[in-house]
């Protein structure tokens, strides 16, 4: 049976031939929802009072600016931005996305600032920055960098490395007054730590997105479990958590999403964020990475009692 500190509210599911076929990050500015795919150079938006639907009309806010017309259309595994990080961060007094891309390969290190005000996109972390990220033993503990979060609680930035090759789990916290005064990542290092991720079936879980909860100082995030021996190749999905932890990385909550009969969900879990707090809860909305495949939307809830006690 499913955990009673967990509810599905709504669960739709997008064909691969849709505009939102490999998302891998959304976070809400207001009544606007933003998702972003790892494999295009535009944001998705629409209003997040409405349930998504096949009917919903996305905008598409193009990230990079060209001479030439801007391809709206997915790119290539190889050519592609790997935009693997979305999050809201107050930047300049006001809310703005960082859009993050994982750094595993050289056309992959750049992280940009997209303000929804005057729609300006800025480079904030460039190749010198990764170069720094990529240097980091407490960030990746030697395995090849794979950037697959970010998030932020208004004075720090959390830098989360996917580590499910090496099972090393790191993160780095930076000062984002510095990086807003024009520091380098380097120097605006505050922290780091280890997460414990739980494994499913022997196979080792990786951090998939994460989500600041300012009101509770909590951090909210997604593990995905899946089969693959490197940082660039795609595997079997066994499944995704939900993970709640503190500030510092203390794990305080872990959940296995499933069904309403209690089977595991076999899906890629790459994108958390808060919608609203109920009488029962605080409600998230979750998207998956389909890999070429179908990808989905789920609502959830998770239940006061979780929250109660932290």
């Keep these: 049976m499913m955990s009673r500190d967990f509810k599905i509210l709504e669960h739709f599911i997008f064909s691969k031939d849709s505009s939102i076929s490999a998302l891998s990050g959304v976070v809400c500015v207001g009544n606007d929802l ?20 096949r009917a919903t ?35 300049d007094g006001q809310p703005q996305l960082l859009v993050m891309g994982s750094g595993s390969t050289e056309n992959r290190k750049k992280a940009l600032l997209y303000n929804p005000v005057n729609h300006q ?22 395995a090849d960098l794979n950037i697959e979060a970010v998030c932020s609680n208004h004075n720090d930035l959390y830098i989360f490395q996917r580590g499910n090759i090496n099972r090393h789990h790191g993160v780095l916290v930076f000062d984002l007054a510095k990086i807003q005064a024009g520091k380098s990542l380097e120097n605006a290092l505050k922290n780091s730590f280890n997460l414990t991720l739980p494994t499913l079936e022997g196979s080792a879980s990786a951090i998939s997105d994460a989500c600041f909860l300012v009101e509770k100082n909590l951090i909210i995030a997604t593990a995905a479990v899946e089969q693959t021996l490197n940082t660039y190749d795609d595997g079997v999905v066994l499944g995704s958590f939900i993970l709640l932890f503190s500030p510092e990385g203390e794990t305080l909550y872990t959940h296995l999403i499933q069904d309403t009969k ?22 998230f909305l979750l998207v998956t990475d389909s890999d070429g495949g179908d990808s989905e939307v789920l609502k959830v809830l998770l239940s006061n009692s979780i929250f109660a006690n932290q």
Aim: proline letters at 3%; a negative charge.
């Design 34 to 53: 933003y998702l972003v795919g790892d494999d295009v150079s535009y944001l998705l938006k629409t209003n997040q009072k409405k349930s998504i639907s």
């Design 57 to 91: 009309v996305f905008e598409k806010i193009p990230l990079f600016k060209s001479s030439k017309q801007i391809s709206l259309s997915a790119f290539s595994k190889e050519a592609k931005p790997d935009f693997e990080a979305l999050s809201s961060i107050i930047f």
């Design 121 to 142: 996109i800025r480079i904030l972390l460039d190749a010198a920055d990764y170069h720094f990220l990529e240097q980091a033993f407490e960030l990746t503990g030697g």
């Design 262 to 283: 209690g089977q595991t969900l076999p899906i890629k879990v790459e994108g958390i964020t808060w919608l609203e707090s109920t009488s029962d809860g605080e409600v």
